[in-house]
């Protein structure tokens, strides 16, 4: 049984290199996305920012290991799971949003809530 389970560090170093970069390359694009995400819901530029920073700073520490299999590894990781609790929260909570749904954004929901607005919120 015990040669089912994995062993680790199976990978060559050249193939675990090749294999971080494209992770850290979707870190990177998953820190930029959470920006523009948390932007198009109608978020500050702060906020937007220090949302998309947090996730950006794994990727850093995921660089910084690029030569530390269990740091770098485990930084990206740790800031993938990041960039889909963010994606959540900046959905309002709507876990459909870690897995690519379209959402309807925050400021015409917002709209809505407002008496008066009614239809003409929904229309934009």
Do not use: K
């Not at 030569?67 to 959905?91: E, F, I, Q, W, Y």
């Not at 876990?95 to 008066?116: C, K, L, M």
């Amino acid at each position: 049984m015990a040669g089912w389970l994995p062993r680790g560090r199976t990978l060559s170093d050249e193939a675990w290199a090749q294999r971080h970069r494209w992770m850290l390359w979707l870190l990177c694009a998953n820190a930029a996305g959470v920006l523009c995400f948390a932007l198009a819901q109608g978020y500050a530029v702060g906020h937007s920012l220090v949302e998309a920073g947090v996730v950006a700073a794994f990727a850093v520490l995921g660089v910084a290991g690029r030569h530390d299999r269990r740091l770098g590894s485990g930084a990206v990781a740790v800031g993938l799971l990041t960039a889909s609790a963010a994606t959540v929260h900046l959905s309002e909570g709507a876990i459909e949003a870690q897995r690519g749904h379209r959402r309807e954004p925050a400021a015409r929901r917002r709209r809505r809530d407002v008496p008066g607005e009614g239809a003409r919120g929904c229309t934009l």
